[in-house]
């Protein structure tokens, strides 16, 4: 027996809290060093230079910068992500003309996942704000782009409130819906695509593919959503880092001087932690969300 629709939408939202906590405890340090190369990406010569030169400077805890907001950003988006993606997927059994049980085919949970991703677009931009600033912190004030300031999550919130109001804490909200968008339809399309795979491979159904495929196909998706999405996030963070100094150029304008004046290299610099951190991390989201929703589910099979 299916559980009421309000019961599902929380089993969604619980299970993407858990995957996205998950997520950022095995990938925090990487991401870290993403959003470190993002912004200046003249500043290390590669990710392991980052990440020792951020470990000999602050210590662990630099590599754990930001992870308040991180959680905070993970669990609030993938709640909303899984949340949205079960009502999504719901809305097109509907338009389709499906019962409500229907089986959607990959292409379909890719397109379900793409427009769930405006609605987590929301609730990220601004805890993912105070989290690439709090990452960036020390570069910026080493470089003396900013004055000596507190690094804590409240500090860093207190300084938007008061420099740049509410509406602060939605810089990047463009770049982010851009970047999330064409991402997550390549993510769930190539999670599912794989899961599919396995699934014909194994000769049994996809929730029953076991632990390693699950991860697999969770770092696969997330690999195809970083390349696909890769220069609009590195806009983002240096959006969202440099409005510290003031009135941040849009979108456009800051893709096009970074393009023009640091090359398109630029763009893709901090890809390599990226790529290695999204099968740890994807594989963990994923296998979070899988494993406590099945979990959930089962307590209404009876």
């Known amino acids: 027996m299916a559980p009421h629709p309000v019961v599902q939408a929380v089993i969604d939202l619980s299970a993407g809290a858990i995957g996205g906590a998950a997520c950022v405890f095995s990938g925090q340090p990487l991401d870290t060093a993403k959003v470190k190369m993002q912004t200046f990406p003249t500043l290390y010569r590669g990710f392991i230079h980052c990440i020792v030169s951020t470990y000999k400077q602050v210590g662990l805890r630099g590599l754990y910068q930001g ?30 003309g499906l019962h409500n049980e229907a089986v959607l085919s990959d292409m379909q949970k890719a397109c379900a ?30 470089s003396g782009k900013i004055a ?4 804590t999550v409240w500090s860093v919130v207190k300084s938007i409130m008061r420099n740049e109001g509410p509406v602060g ?14 991402g997550y339809f390549c993510f769930f399309g190539a999670y599912e ?9 194994m000769k049994c159904d996809k929730d029953d593919i076991g632990v390693a495929p699950i991860v697999f196909s969770g770092g696969f998706g997330g690999a195809c959503l970083w390349l696909v999405v890769y220069p609009m996030d590195c806009v983002k963070s240096r959006i969202q880092v440099m409005s510290m100094m003031g009135k941040q150029a849009g979108f456009f304008k800051t893709f096009m001087t970074i393009a023009r004046s640091e090359g398109v290299r630029a763009l893709y610099s901090g890809l390599t932690p990226t790529m290695v ?20 589910m089962k307590q209404f099979d009876n």
Not at 80 to 85: D, G, K, Q
Not at 170 to 178: K, M, R, Y
Not at 277 to 294: I, V
């Open 169 to 182: 804490f939605f810089q990047g909200l463009t770049t982010t819906i851009a970047r999330e968008v064409p």
């Open 148 to 151: 000596k300031s507190q690094n």
């Open 277 to 296: 951190r999204t099968f740890p991390a994807n594989g963990a989201l994923f296998l979070g969300y899988e494993a406590s929703r099945k979990l959930m």
């Open 67 to 96: 992870t308040t907001p991180a959680l905070m950003a993970n669990i609030a988006e993938n709640s909303v992500l899984f949340m949205s993606y079960g009502f999504c997927q719901q809305v097109i059994r509907f338009t389709a």
């Open 193 to 201: 695509l794989c899961r599919t795979t396995f699934a014909d491979y």
């Open 113 to 142: 996942g793409s427009v769930a991703s405006i609605f987590s677009s929301l609730v990220l931009c601004p805890t993912e704000l105070v989290k690439c600033r709090l990452q960036a912190m020390y570069e910026m004030e080493a």
